[in-house]
């Protein structure tokens, strides 16, 4: 091997929603993705006071911010399409470290957007995601951007139904990529 | 004690390893060939073709990865962040502290039968003959002990064993006769970096690679899926499994245990100190064993290898010289897009390569050389999840957009260089953290010195020059090894040399002070190369050292 593998942040895991996982597989994507909001949230103080949250408040904020993140278009499917922010919930239940930084995410996201993000136009959500995405790593909410939006594209483009456009639309077996050599 | 099952013990089922217990087998020895890991099934383990191929490089088992400490990594120069820095568009920086990272488990390997060879991607290199004196000629690392044209009849032999395609063009190094297979048919996309080496000047070549050209020796040919790292499920990339350890299994003589570890070795008492009696095992099923052997070879790697001597106080320890000298990958990695539709995720990894700057003194000023090859399979940027994560930022419906016209248009190049000892840079015990047995665990030291920043200085330049040249605009990744840990290759920590003050073992593998115990792996190696993939080396080495063993 010449070169070591480029991913060196934490992998974030996908967690995964449908789709041939195995149970054992699953936990193992449970761990990483654990293992990596945990690394990427350890050094946030802020995150030591966990803000009072309305659970279904919040699941609806995170599903939207999802699919804002990944929505549809004419070709692919939104995010919910795939379950993926239940999937991601579910995997970090009991997790206080995730809990917190998910709830600090979507407190901040309701904040930006009058109180309910879900309840926001698309520009609103959108302005409000590009605020985040610009926010510092040390900060809360922009720990919360990096490391869900690296989870969300793992747990979205694992499903065939969404390599729809790409030039790679199937696995790399059984049949090889001999095009790629004409 | 009571008398052996076996002619020889070999310790460690890479490539080393894998071939040393199939020379012992056609010299008609019986062999017991161990690894503290699992075995793999091609079949079943590698995920190729699932949908969820990607979320994983190489799908590990429990215990495929030998744990091991890193210690604490020096600060880092900011000064040289701006040249030197791993980020991606995606994701920003990749290394946000103050000082070098560890970089996913920072040793990159696979314990398990077959080692690392189950995800290495299958350069078939032999060493440049210029870089194997540097010590005489630069004053640095150690000479081989070997010549080059001592090994060139074992280098044959090894490609001819495992089929290796490789050029008609041997450059530096002589061939007494061509590869057994033609070299493999460009990618797309390295013939679009080729015609950046074209314009530089450079030639660029068919990279010699243990995959099959054509069917050979009842494998298959390769399908070009690109996906060497994850595990070959079609067995036609020369893995040791598949290869040294099935030839050897076939022919009754060698029997292979999975899950099975060394805790301890024993040696000889009275007038025979200066032999192994035996060795204790712990299998998977946590029962210890005793294995008496008349011969022992240890193959576990350049961490694992200098651990178990370091473990057994006093055990090969004459010359100091155990664990020192420790030497790393030296790497870096440009990744760029074009707008032009490549299928860059398929072909063969690394299927072209430059040597270009390989000669120790091919670049003014810097002693060491290095190679640059088509890199973006091993960077790991060919799938959707990949791009979307790193190449491609942002989000939204933008997001899907650029997405669908970087997948298969990312062409990435990759500068591995020579790794010289240096003090700072070695292998000992963790006082602290222990394995499952309660013994310390390896603790790697590495360091980045100032002649090591110069060569990565003129390797990132000539990755960015080679994608410039080749029409590339943006780059989206780089990753080095200045910021980050982060080894696949590692070498020295027994070096091999004539001399028992200086050195571990001598030019026949054998360690100094004892008759019957070996190392068969890359520790033994005096200096790294210039960035030349170790296994074909390792391999012609180990099978040179068993036809020099007394029967």
């Given at each position: 091997m010449a070169t070591p593998p480029a991913s060196n942040e934490p992998e974030p895991s996908a967690a995964t929603v449908r789709g041939p996982a195995l149970p054992s597989r699953r936990r193992a994507a449970r761990r990483l993705l654990l293992a990596a909001v945990a690394l990427a949230a350890?050094?946030?103080?802020?995150?030591a006071a966990s803000p009072a949250v309305d659970a279904a408040a919040m699941a609806r904020t995170f599903t939207v911010f999802c699919d804002t993140l990944v929505p549809a278009d004419a070709l692919t499917p939104a995010a919910s399409a795939f379950g993926i922010a239940d999937a991601i919930r579910a995997d970090i239940t009991g997790d206080r470290l995730a809990e917190r930084l998910l709830a600090a995410g979507c407190s901040w996201l309701d904040a930006t957007c009058a109180g309910d993000f879900s309840r926001a136009d698309e520009v609103a959500r959108v302005a409000a995601c590009e605020r985040m995405q610009a926010m510092p790593w040390q900060s809360p909410a922009g720990r919360f951007f990096q490391i869900m939006r690296n989870t969300v594209m793992a747990a979205y483009y694992a499903e065939p139904a969404s390599w729809r456009g790409l030039a790679l639309d199937r696995p790399p077996q059984p049949l090889g990529f001999f095009e790629a050599v004409r | 004690m009571a008398p052996a099952d076996h002619d020889a013990v070999v310790v460690g089922a890479g490539a080393g390893g894998a071939a040393t217990a199939w020379r012992m087998t056609q010299r008609g020895w019986r062999v017991l060939l161990l690894d503290a890991g699992p075995a793999f099934d091609p079949d079943a383990d590698y995920g190729l073709e699932r949908s969820d191929w990607e979320k994983e490089r190489f799908r590990h088992k429990p215990g495929s990865l030998g744990e091991i400490s890193v210690a604490p990594l020096q600060r880092l120069d900011p000064g040289l962040m701006r040249e030197l820095r791993s980020w991606s568009l995606g994701q920003g920086p990749s290394n946000r502290e103050a000082t070098r990272a560890v970089s996913g488990p920072g040793y990159h390997h696979v314990r398990g039968i077959g080692g690392s060879t189950l995800h290495?991607?299958?350069?078939?290199h032999r060493m440049n003959p210029a870089s194997m004196a540097m010590k005489s000629r630069f004053g640095v690392a150690a000479d081989w002990p070997v010549s080059y044209a001592e090994l060139e009849p074992y280098y044959l032999e090894v490609e001819r064993f495992l089929g290796v395609a490789g050029p008609l063009e041997a450059r530096d190094r002589w061939r007494s006769a061509p590869y057994p297979l033609p070299a493999h048919p460009l990618s797309r996309a390295s013939r679009k970096l080729g015609q950046g080496a074209s314009a530089l000047g450079f030639a660029w070549d068919a990279n010699p690679r243990c995959a099959l050209s054509r069917p050979y020796d009842g494998r298959p040919s390769c399908n070009y899926c690109g996906g060497c790292t994850h595990g070959c499920p079609r067995r036609d990339k020369g893995s040791a499994d598949v290869t040294f350890i099935a030839k050897a299994q076939a022919s009754g003589r060698c029997e292979v245990r999975a899950n099975t570890t060394l805790v301890r070795i024993v040696r000889g008492t009275?007038?025979?100190?200066?032999?192994?009696?035996a060795i204790d095992v712990v299998d998977g099923t946590g029962r210890r064993q005793r294995i008496a052997t008349p011969r022992l070879v240890l193959a576990c790697g350049a961490v694992e290898t200098p651990r178990l001597l370091l473990l057994?106080?006093?055990?090969?320890?004459?010359?100091?010289?155990?664990?020192?000298n420790f030497m790393e990958s030296v790497a870096f990695t440009s990744v760029g897009r074009v707008d032009e539709p490549l299928l860059s995720f398929g072909g063969l990894p690394a299927d072209a390569i430059t040597w270009?700057?390989?000669?120790?003194?091919?670049?003014?000023?810097?002693i060491g050389g290095y190679r640059m090859s088509a890199a973006i399979h091993e960077a790991d940027m060919t799938g959707a999840i990949a791009h979307a994560q790193r190449a491609v930022p942002g989000f939204g419906r933008e997001h899907k957009r650029q997405m669908r016209r970087a997948v298969g248009s990312t062409l990435a190049i990759g500068a591995v260089g020579e790794s010289l000892p240096h003090e700072r840079s070695k292998v000992d015990l963790d006082p602290r953290r222990k394995d499952a047995f309660g013994r310390s665990l390896a603790r790697i030291h590495s360091f980045v010195d100032a002649a090591t920043v110069s060569r990565l200085r003129a390797m990132a330049a000539s990755t960015r020059g080679l994608l410039a040249a080749a029409g590339?605009?943006?780059?989206v990744e780089e990753f080095g090894t200045y910021d980050h840990f982060s080894s696949a290759h590692v070498f020295g920590t027994c070096r091999m040399g004539a001399d028992p003050r200086t050195a571990v073992v001598d030019a026949d593998l054998a360690v100094h002070g004892f008759e019957g115990f070996h190392i068969c792996d890359a520790s033994v190696f005096p200096s790294s190369g210039g960035g030349e993939a170790p296994s074909l080396t390792i391999q012609a080495l180990a099978l040179r050292a068993v036809d020099r063993m007394t029967a």
């Open positions: 350890a050094d946030l103080p802020a995150l | 290495f991607v299958g350069e078939a009275g007038k025979h100190t200066g032999v192994i009696d057994e106080r006093g055990l090969a320890a004459a010359s100091g010289q155990v664990g020192r270009q700057h390989n000669r120790p003194d091919a670049v003014a000023g810097v590339v605009q943006t780059l």
